[in-house]
């Protein structure tokens, strides 16, 4: 008998017959002797639904109702999935974050979850009913509905595995699993097997979008192991486990992002201090940097370019900032290019493989891409491209690097002595 968090994200719940699935696969899962706690998204495109009237309400809606708002799409899917569960002859209750509860902190849209009541759940569990608990809220010390973040529901259901020891939490989506790149861009991607939490970790956060990124950190914090898996099929999905016992490949996935652009300061006078004064001002309007490079300064020279990516969408509330910025330091000029994307290799044996940001290098080279940036940390390196060759540079370097092909089978284990 195992303990299993099974989280259904919006397709999986996006119709009465898809939730009628999820109630037969829920039960099926009980009846084979399993402890079972349901974890609900809102019904496909309802929370962006529910977004856009706010918006036509007011163009400054508040937080405090945006999140009372969103928080009704998780609501319906959890009542109705525990009705189908009663129709099928099981026992099934749903419960809202503030009921269980789920504490939160009071960033309203963004909230952090501190802690969870899991006796109501043991309860549940005890008496053999399948809890179906509604994704993505949870409540703050002064009884407020709050919000996780889009894609929330995969941090609540990562977040009840951890609080009630669940042996795995499944992520039922519409994908069979994770992909070695966006097969919608490459066909020659393949469903990963295992993949660590690092470099899930990694991949979610330079853009493959099947796992909230606080859903991996949450689940690598506290080793919660998590499969990936779709709802439509029976096929096993993809384990997101620790590196332990994984054979370490030396690139795992490639990603890519179209969603920065990119900012150029010409001429920065060189000075200590300029730098960190606009880097504070887009800190200060909670706008994050991702990359920055700042070229040498040498002996002689009086100033410094210096480049660094911002996500479009702060762009135009950015520019204002920038651009006073620059005019109070002296700065030559400032030039945005919104046609970027970013590629990435990802993969933990890069940490004791030399070359492999060569090999990428060159790879993009051989398809005439030239390369705008470069960042790297220990596990991937990202290059900053034109938009317009985003499909070729991830076609090249997932074949490049060998990601078509099955992965080596493992050495067999030595005998021993
Ligand atoms: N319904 C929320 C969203 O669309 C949360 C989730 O689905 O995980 O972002
Ligand atoms: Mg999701």
Redesign the pocket.
Known sequence: MARLVQKY??TSVGSLERMRAVAERALRAQREGHEVIVVV??MSG??NRLLALARQATPTPSERELDVLAAT??QVSAALVAMLIQELGGDAESLLGHQLAIHTDAAFTKARIRSIDSGRLEGGLRAGKITVVA??QGVDDAGNITTLG?????TTAVALAAATGADVCEIYTDVTGVFTTDPNVCASARKIERISYEEMLELASLGAKVL?IRSVELAMKYAVPVHVRSSFSEEEGTMVVSEEGLEAVVVSGVAYDKAEAKVQLIEVPDRPGLVAEIFGRLAARNVSVDMIIQSSSRDGHTATDVTFTIPKNDLTGSRPLIEAWAREQGVRSVEYDEDIAKVSIVGLGMRCHAGVAAKMFGILASEGINIQAISTSEIKVSCIIAAKYTELAVRALHDGFGLHLPPEPAAPPKASA
């Open positions: 994200g919006g998204s809102a309802e929370t799409g998780e994704g993505f889009r894609g929330g529901s995969d909230q």
